[in-house]
């Protein structure tokens, strides 16, 4: 059984950071990515990483957001800084086992991924 733990969201002012961390149990070919979600609206991809290092961002987040990894530690990062208010949202960690090229065309699409984190709140106050 595959098992996420988010943890790190809280509320912030305008301008400032976050940073997320999601606990996640090993498996092969493990490709990690984080979602958020408001109330009334899709959940959308934010960012990506994929087992062989290769990264996506949603256009959305692009030069504010950093995601990682610590394959020691088997903990996934998301590093958020410049935040807007209209990053305020429910996160969560996703996981699925994805090997080959063709992996990076859906890392941003819900529907790829089976394994989901409970979610943790950022908030962000103008």
């Known amino acids: 059984q595959v098992q996420l733990v988010e943890s790190g969201g809280g509320s912030v002012q305008a301008g400032g950071s976050l940073r997320l961390s999601c606990v996640a149990s090993?498996?092969?070919?493990?490709?990690m990515g984080w979602f958020r979600q408001v109330p009334g609206k899709e959940r959308e991809g934010v960012a990506s990483i994929g087992s062989d290092g290769t990264i996506t961002y949603a256009d959305t987040v692009k030069g504010r957001f950093t995601i990682s990894n610590d394959n020691a530690k088997n903990t996934l990062f998301l590093q958020m800084n410049s935040l807007k208010p209209e990053d305020t949202a429910m996160y969560y960690c996703a996981a699925r086992s994805c090997y080959g090229a063709g992996c990076v065309t859906f890392a941003l699409m819900r529907t790829s991924y089976p394994y989901w984190g409970q979610g943790t709140q950022v908030t962000v106050s103008s």
């Open positions: 090993r498996f092969p070919n493990r490709w």
